[in-house]
Nanobody, 123 residues
Framework: QVQLVESGGGLVQAGGSLRLSCAASGHPLNSATMGWFRQTPEKEREFVASITWTSVTSAADSVKGRFTISRDNAKKTVYLQMNSLKPEDTAVYYC?????????????????WGQGTQVTVSS
């Protein structure tokens, strides 16, 4: 059974930083592409960043230069370092996984999802 557990969300002021973590179990993470997505009540789930098992990355234009995705295969954990946060970054952030070698960018590409962690950025 694949399980993805996100942590690290919280409340931060605009301009601040947070680091999200996603711990995977029951999945051969070393051969998986991992992604971060986010969702608000007003919007559909949107792509944030992804990383292949060889650490090829992709990121949404809205977060390039501010967010960095990375992974530690030994710890079966993927991270999302978020700097220079803005109020519009407020959302529930979800971790996702799938097998494959491409930094997939759409929710439909992913098979496994975590429960999400809330990130709130105050102005």
């Amino acid at each position: 059974q694949v399980q993805l557990v996100e942590s690290g969300g919280g409340l931060v002021q605009a301009g601040g930083s947070l680091r999200l973590s996603c711990a995977a179990s029951g999945h051969p993470l070393n051969s998986a592409t991992m992604g971060w997505f986010r969702q608000t009540p007003e919007k559909e789930r949107e792509f944030v960043a992804s990383i292949t098992w060889t650490s090829v990355t992709s990121a949404a234009d809205s977060v390039k230069g501010r967010f960095t995705i990375s992974r530690d295969n030994a710890k079966k954990t993927v991270y999302l370092q978020m700097n220079s946060l803005k109020p519009e970054d407020t959302a529930v952030y979800y971790c996702a996984a799938r097998t494959g070698t491409f930094p997939y960018t759409t929710p439909a590409d992913y098979n496994y999802w975590g429960q999400g962690t809330q990130v709130t950025v105050s102005s």
